[in-house]
Nanobody, 126 residues
Framework: VQLQASGGGLVHPGGSLKLSCAASGRAASSGTVAWFRRVPEKEREFVAAIRKFDNGKTYAGSVKGRFTISKDNAKNMVYLEMSSLEPTDTAVYYC????????????????????WGVGTQVTVSS
């Protein structure tokens, strides 16, 4: 499975941005896809995850209510709609996937994901 994240850019505080994660190779209607982000000199942190077969979603507390993760199984795409963006959301965003249907408590763990894409930069600045 190959993943490609796109849609990053520069946005003002309070603005919105939509990231896309395209999967190629082995397509599946099951499995779990997540978004993580990394700020320079910090560890990569979990943002959101979606379990494909039942649409189960998990969010980090820092983005809950502002970010929405969604999927399009037919297109093998996962999206992250970000609104009310803050400077602290500035990071490189990565999508990650596993063919396993992760339980809620496992979805925020990097080591649960087997495939990672190249990140896309999101910068929130005035």
């Amino acid at each position: 499975v190959q993943l490609q994240a796109s849609g990053g850019g520069l946005v003002h505080p309070g603005g919105s941005l939509k990231l896309s994660c395209a999967a190629s190779g082995r397509a599946a209607s099951s499995g779990t896809v997540a978004w993580f982000r990394r700020v320079p000199e910090k560890e990569r942190e979990f943002v959101a995850a979606i379990r494909k077969f039942d649409n189960g979603k998990t969010y980090a507390g820092s983005v809950k209510g502002r970010f929405t993760i969604s999927k399009d199984n037919a297109k093998n795409m996962v999206y992250l709609e970000m609104s009310s963006l803050e400077p602290t959301d500035t990071a490189v965003y990565y999508c990650a996937a596993t063919l396993r249907n992760l339980i809620v408590t496992a979805r925020d763990m990097e080591n649960q994901y087997d495939y990672w894409g190249v990140g896309t930069q999101v910068t929130v600045s005035s």
